[in-house]
Structure formats: C-alpha cells, structure tokens
C-alpha cells in the first residue's frame, strides 16, 4: 500500500484543518487506518485509528472530541478533521495503514510521507 497525506498548513489557533491520505496498491479497505503525528524534538505519537469497515474509531485521549478520523473506501481515503486547534498541535502528521486498528496503533504496515501542520498563535 501506497499513501500519499495531504492538506497540511498554516492555521491560526482556534482554527480547523481537514487532512486526506490516498492509498494506491493493495485493498485499501482491508487495511485499518491511523493517525500519527510528530512535533519537533518529540518522539512520533498516535493520534487515530479507524477500522477497515469505518465502523469503530480511536483516539489518542487528549484529542477526543477535538479530531475526528473517517474514510472513504469508495475513494481509498482517510481523513482526519481536526478542529479548535492549538499551537501544540503543531506538527508532522503521518497516515499508516495496518491489519488491525490495534496493530495500526502499536505496528503499521505501511507509512505514508508527513505533512506539516503549524498552529499560529
């Protein structure tokens, strides 16, 4: 599986931002689907998941209510809204695929390219 993330930008605080991520390759919808996003001098950190079906999501605890992950087998596309930004949500965010939304979490399979979001103050 190919991923392709893109819709990173510039966005004032308080703000929202929709990111996609394209897969190309294999079956898009057998694989989970997740979030990852990493901050300058901080390690990589999950943010979503979502299952192959769509049917069940997760979320990193501090960001409940805030992001919101879906996809769109039709389209080979998983999308992250992400809303009422903060400066500390600034960061590199990645998409990976895995054969389960827990293996996406804890091992994915596949890595798309990152996409750079800056929160403004």
């Known amino acids: 599986v190919q991923l392709q993330a893109s819709g990173g930008g510039l966005v004032q605080a308080g703000g929202s931002l929709g990111l996609s991520c394209a897969a190309s390759g294999r079956t898009f919808s057998s694989y989970a689907m997740g979030w990852f996003r990493q901050a300058p001098g901080k390690e990589r950190e999950f943010v979503a998941a979502?299952?192959?079906?769509?049917?069940?999501?997760y979320y990193a605890g501090p960001l409940k209510g805030r992001f919101a992950i879906s996809r769109d087998n039709a389209k080979n596309t998983v999308y992250l809204q992400m809303n009422s930004l903060k400066p500390e949500d600034s960061a590199v965010y990645y998409c990976?695929?895995?054969?389960?939304?827990?293996?996406?979490?804890?091992?994915?399979?596949?890595w798309g390219q990152g996409t750079l979001v800056t929160v403004s103050s």
């Open positions: 979502i299952t192959w079906s769509g049917d069940r999501t």
């Open positions: 990976a695929a895995g054969g389960s939304t827990m293996l996406v979490r804890d091992r994915p399979e596949y």
